[in-house]
């Protein structure tokens, strides 16, 4: 009982985590949204079929969950939005470690989205 509870909680911080990581680029959306739909799988039927089911992500989660892949579309659109907010971050910030870290995020971020299955 308090191992369930422990993943329903751990559930919703992951994807609270998840849902604020689409508007920050140095916080990843989606580990934390395959962590959220893990947690809830352990922990509450109802949660895991919701975020499953979502309109926003639910799609983009049962394809990397089953599939081990996403479509072009969600590459492309991924991509483009990693560099719309690393590139605003870069230009607003002036401090030469922050830039460095976000070329970085960047880098592994874009390679990991590349790396991964395309599905037709």
Not at 13 to 33: D, E, K, N
Not at 62 to 91: C, H, P, Q, W
Not at 99 to 119: C, D, N, Q, Y
């Amino acid at each position: 009982m308090v191992k369930k509870r422990l993943l329903f909680i751990s559930g919703f911080i992951s994807l609270a985590l998840g849902i604020v990581g689409i508007i920050l680029p140095l916080l990843p959306t989606t580990p934390f949204l395959l962590l959220s739909a893990y947690c809830f799988s352990q922990s509450s039927e109802k949660f895991h079929n919701y975020i499953l089911n979502n309109k926003v992500f639910g799609q983009y989660i049962r394809d990397y969950n089953e599939k081990k892949g996403i479509t072009l579309k969600n590459k492309v659109t991924a991509i483009f939005l990693l560099i719309l907010s690393i590139g605003f971050s870069m230009y607003k910030l002036d401090h030469l470690h922050i830039r460095i870290m976000l070329a970085v995020v960047f880098t592994g971020v874009s390679f990991h989205i590349l790396k991964l299955k395309t599905l037709r």
